[in-house]
């Protein structure tokens, strides 16, 4: 799919020569360890380095560029995996061929030059007001959880469950630790991010991969970098409380349940794990929602996932307020019916079937194909979808609900609407 | 079939209306592994009022019913149709929005049968009052989790601020209570009204041999029997100029204030290239006006007026439309007269000229190739804008001739002061929300 190539220790170029799309896609993505501290500071460092650069000091001039350049899209951002910390400078352009004008390529990697190496400085620190605003941003978006209730239930039952715990950290970081960012710390989280963290540059779209990895050595001057050191899977901890019942002015109850699984991503049978969710409650033909919602009509949503870098799954419904403790049993009942096995040919060629076509499809895309490379390239340098796929045709119905056995269930949290109507 | 080539784009749509009145499009997109298929019906929640298939009569039917049919579409005798398509490794679903109702897939093999599979249960109604009733539990916990999301709530709200007497006022899910009054009878009065083949596209993108493929549906659609297609009477009230209600505050669980203000369009009637042209006149001029590039947008987010949420939209279709302008603020009265004084201005005085219009046109243009990589966004637009009367691809075409005089049109029929309404939600005032 992608061919690499080092450019500096530590910094790596992949590019994937396609015509399947219209665009040429960038991703740079600078990868740290995730803290809360960390996350905090790179949280702001990605919106201050997209507002604008030295040669386009204000958001006005920069945007207009980008609408010259046949609207080039460009945004950085912060994101996390495992106990990695990452943000990525994003890019998509229209390819040349397409339009009445040439070197608009050239252009767009000039740009992406300017936005990394030539911020908008002023004495030595970020320009202070953009600094503020930005800071002000990330609080923003941090309080703004709250509106959606499905994350502000699904942050509760982390923060309750695993504090501190890189599975809990947001990629913004803390409403506290974003305060307690100064310019000085800004600076040197963006030198940082330039000299020591590892670098990977994608490349999707109809270009050469030696002409285009050329350019971005002409254009980006990387030094060496050590790569992180491996670290140790960071422990899960039986939560204090295995029930939490918390309220808000709402409707409906939301029901976040918490399980252990010790299966993880670099596992031999993280492909059975991905298989015991998906016939568990990944899909629209799984039990949770063939029994919950379809059988006794009391949930719209109702779905298991899998978060594999840490060995967890959830289980998420939105549910009347009287009704959690038959949700939270008939959720249980249908774990209880993987553990034993009650398991069908269909249900698992279904499961089967549909992981196979997610993967294949998410392929369908640039951002897509570099999202799914980014996270498998560490199992498997020349990453192809018969890498998962010939692993799922293996596996055995006994072979899950013996995975599925392993599976406990650590905390349910429940955020309800109504306090006189709970069935407590 | 009809072959059309779109050369500057390297596309080409292969398209045919059948004998039974279905117009079929297919546009293969060769490096694809996926594809993706929509049947979509020209009925969503605006068609409450009509006269039925056969009868003289026109009836009013319960708030939510399109919504509620496309639910019970999915549900045979046999069983559940995700079922069917999980076991040929598709991902199914569905969405019904104020004039459509789409039914769809995704997959990356046995495109056949599932191709079969989406016609034939979109074919084959079947209701009972037993299955009807247990449905009502489901979607009334679906009503109620968009009654909890602040957004959606903003969005409808500003909606219904608009309108007076459309029935775009009215949620598309309907309430809790009204869809306890519909009955089996009810749905299979809709389906044989909108579900005829001849109100109804199937547009098939991906990896497919058009030929075959259309030949897999024209043998699909000659085995089953359908009325003769006869023109739907729909029955639309007067809908006044002005918006119907100036302002309005809701209060909700939330830990800022959100708003936006609404404009509604003085032009509903247009259709085909003329409303193409509107469309994308007053996008434009929006987003002169209220995009990233703006002086408006500078300064609302420099003195922290507007955050990340900001967003603005132009959209139209027949009968009714809106632009909606707006952001979590802690500052809604000053957003919402800055955003008025802003519209205001420009109406006093013209402020974009040609270098202006260039420049959000390349971004424009470029938004559209990038969204020609998705083949939900092709299937799922063409087919809006194909029941309206307009072309997708000829979207570049007709943004390369817009002039600046016609932004200036457009902006002058979405624009009236009395024409604007502002929508806020707020968190109670009783302190914590």
Redesign the interface.
């Given at each position: 799919m992608f061919e690499t190539k080092t450019i500096s220790k530590g910094v790596n170029v992949h590019v994937n020569e396609?015509?399947?799309?219209?665009?040429i896609n960038f991703s740079i993505r600078f990868k740290d360890r995730l803290t809360e501290e960390n996350a905090s500071a790179r949280a702001i460092l990605a919106n201050v380095l997209q507002h604008s650069n030295e040669k386009y000091p204000?958001?006005?001039a920069l945007?207009?560029v980008?609408?010259?350049?046949?609207?080039?899209?460009l945004y950085i951002d912060t994101t996390k995996r495992g106990d990695d910390h990452i943000i990525s400078l994003n890019v998509?352009?229209?390819n040349d061929q397409?339009l009445s004008e040439e070197g608009v390529l050239e252009k767009v990697l000039n740009l992406m030059y300017l936005m990394l190496f030539k911020p908008n400085f002023e004495n030595g620190l970020f320009k202070e007001?953009i600094f503020k605003?930005e800071q002000?941003?990330i609080i923003?978006?941090i309080?703004?959880v709250?509106?959606?209730?499905t994350r502000y239930a699904q942050q509760r039952l982390m923060d309750m469950a695993l504090p501190g715990h890189p599975a809990s950290i947001s990629s913004n970081g803390s409403i506290e630790k974003v305060k307690a960012v100064t310019s000085e710390a800004l600076v040197s989280a963006y030198r940082n991010m330039l000299d020591n963290n590892e670098v990977d540059i994608y490349v999707v779209g109809d270009v050469s991969p030696d002409h285009i990895t050329s350019h971005i050595r002409d254009y980006f001057h990387f030094a060496d970098r050590q790569q992180l050191p491996k670290k140790q899977q960071s422990q899960l901890h039986t939560p204090s409380k295995s029930r939490v019942l918390e309220f808000?002015?709402?409707?409906?109850g939301k029901l976040h349940m918490l399980f252990f699984t010790p299966v993880t991503f670099r596992d031999e049978e993280f492909p059975v794990m991905q298989l015991m969710n998906g016939i568990f409650g990944g899909?629209?033909?799984s039990k949770l929602?063939?029994n919950i919602?379809?059988k006794e009509?009391?949930?719209?949503?109702v779905s298991s996932s899998y978060a594999s870098q840490f060995g967890l799954m959830f289980v998420l419904a939105?549910?009347?307020s009287k009704l959690e403790k038959k949700a939270v049993s008939l959720i249980l009942e249908q774990l209880e019916e993987m553990k034993q096995g009650h398991i069908t040919d269909?249900e698992l060629?279904?499961?089967k079937?549909?992981l196979?076509?997610?993967l294949?499809?998410a392929?369908?895309?640039?951002r897509g194909q570099i999202d799914i490379y980014d996270q498998y390239k560490e199992l498997s340098e020349t990453f192809e979808p018969a890498f998962l796929i010939e692993r799922w045709e293996k596996v055995t119905k006994e072979i899950i609900a013996q995975e599925a056995r392993k599976v406990s269930l650590q905390m349910t949290y429940f955020l309800s609407?109504k306090e006189d109507e709970t069935d407590e | 079939m009809n072959k059309v080539d779109f050369n500057?784009?390297?596309e080409t749509l292969y398209h045919e209306q059948l004998p039974n009145g279905l117009t079929v499009y297919i546009l293969p997109k060769r490096?694809?592994?996926?594809t993706y298929a929509t049947f979509t019906t020209k009925y969503g929640s605006i068609d409450n009022h009509f006269v039925p298939l056969g009868e003289k009569e026109a009836i009013q039917v319960p708030d939510g019913i399109a919504h509620f049919l496309e639910h019970k579409m999915f549900e045979k005798e046999k069983g559940?149709i995700?079922?069917e398509f999980?076991?040929?490794?598709?991902?199914?679903n569905a969405f019904t929005s104020f004039t459509r109702t789409a039914y769809l897939f995704?997959?990356?093999?046995r495109i056949q049968e599932n191709v079969t599979t989406l016609l034939d249960f979109v074919q084959s109604p079947y209701f009972t009052e037993q299955t009807v009733e247990?449905?009502?539990?489901?979607?009334a916990?679906?009503i109620?989790?968009y009654?909890?999301?602040?957004?959606w709530r903003l969005y409808f709200g500003i909606i219904e601020n608009l309108y007076k007497n459309h029935p775009v006022k009215i949620d598309i899910a309907g309430t809790v209570a009204s869809i306890q009054d519909i009955t089996a009878e009810h749905l299979y009065t809709c389906y044989h009204t909108f579900y005829h083949p001849s109100n109804m596209a199937l547009f098939i993108v991906g990896n497919v041999e058009p030929d075959s493929m259309m030949q897999l549906v024209k043998d699909n659609q000659a085995a089953k029997t359908f009325d003769a297609p006869a023109p739907i009477e729909r029955i639309f009230p007067q809908e006044p100029k002005e918006a119907a209600v100036k302002e309005r505050i809701l209060e909700?669980?939330?830990?800022?204030p959100?708003l936006f203000v609404g404009v509604k369009p003085e032009r509903l009637d247009l259709h085909g290239p003329e409303m193409l042209k509107h469309e994308l006149s007053a996008q434009l001029a929006y987003e002169l006006l209220f995009?990233?590039?703006s002086d408006f947008?500078?300064e609302a987010?420099?003195n922290?007026w507007i955050?990340?949420?900001y967003s603005f939209d132009y959209s139209l279709e027949s009968g009714f439309g809106y632009a909606l302008i707006g952001s979590?603020t802690n500052e809604p009265e000053k957003l919402s007269e800055e955003i008025k004084k802003a519209i205001h201005q420009a109406v006093e005085k013209w402020p974009f000229g040609q270098e202006d219009l260039d420049?959000?046109r390349?971004?424009?243009?470029?938004?559209f190739?990038?969204a020609?990589?998705?083949?939900e966004y092709i299937a799922n637009q063409f087919t809006q804008y194909a029941f309206n009367g307009m072309n997708l691809f000829d979207v570049v075409p007709v943004l390369e001739e817009i002039e600046v005089v016609d932004l200036q049109n457009a902006f002058a029929s979405v624009s009236a002061e009395s024409q604007q309404s502002v929508f806020t939600i707020k968190p109670?005032e009783n302190g914590q929300?």
């Open positions: 396609t015509t399947q799309f219209k665009t204000s958001h006005t945007r207009m980008l609408d010259d350049l046949y609207g080039t899209s998509e352009t229209v397409y007001s605003r002000e941003s923003q978006r309080e703004s709250f509106d959606d209730k808000e002015d709402m409707k409906q899909y629209a033909h929602f063939a919602r379809e009509s009391m949930a719209y949503y939105g549910i009347d269909v060629d279904q499961t079937a549909l196979t076509n997610q294949k499809e392929l369908d895309s640039a609407g | 500057q784009l390297e490096d694809f592994s996926k559940d995700f079922q999980s076991k040929n490794g598709a991902s199914a995704s997959a990356t093999g247990k449905e009502k539990g489901i979607i916990q679906e109620t989790m009654d909890d999301q602040a957004d909700m669980g939330v830990q800022k959100k995009g990233r590039t947008y500078h987010y420099e922290g955050d990340e949420s979590d420049r959000v390349r971004k424009k243009i470029g938004f190739m990038r020609l990589n998705s083949p109670p929300a």
